[in-house]
């Protein structure tokens, strides 16, 4: 079976809107346990298990484990096919600011 890109890896795990939900607490936080993210979320233990395994996987989060508890950090290096992948549009909004910068000098001098 194929793995896929870097990329495709990233955006199809935040995809969910669960999982994002999770992530975005998760890099919120310096660390945080599964019980903490569970509390409050309106989802089961059991299925933050499976989101976390799925963020560890696309590379986005890191685990450290004490004792019988398990905490997680986000993984910055984990974004970069991210960040790389939408740098490639950088120039392209660049050009459409410069270009409104333009009509609304021209609109109202």
């Given at each position: 079976?194929?793995?896929?890109?870097?990329?495709?890896?990233?955006?199809?795990?935040?995809?969910?809107?669960?999982?994002?939900?999770?992530?975005?607490?998760?890099?919120r936080?310096?660390?945080?346990?599964?019980?903490?993210?569970?509390?409050?979320?309106?989802?089961?233990?059991?299925?933050?298990?499976?989101?976390?395994?799925?963020?560890?996987?696309?590379?986005?989060?890191?685990?450290?484990?004490?004792?019988?508890?398990?905490?997680?950090?986000?993984?910055?290096?984990?974004?970069?096919?991210?960040?790389?992948w939408m740098?490639?549009?950088?120039?392209?909004?660049r050009?459409?600011?410069?270009?409104?910068?333009?009509?609304?000098?021209?609109?109202?001098?």
């Amino acid at each position: 079976m194929m793995q896929p890109s870097p990329i495709d890896a990233v955006m199809r795990t935040l995809a969910d809107p669960t999982r994002r939900a999770v992530f975005e607490r998760i890099a919120r936080s310096d660390e945080i346990s599964v019980a903490d993210l569970t509390r409050g979320s309106g989802v089961t233990q059991s299925a933050i298990s499976q989101h976390l395994r799925s963020l560890k996987q696309a590379g986005l989060i890191i685990d450290r484990a004490q004792g019988r508890n398990v905490f997680y950090r986000s993984e910055p290096k984990g974004l970069a096919p991210l960040f790389d992948w939408m740098s490639h549009y950088d120039v392209f909004w660049r050009e459409r600011f410069a270009d409104l910068r333009t009509l609304l000098k021209e609109i109202d001098p």
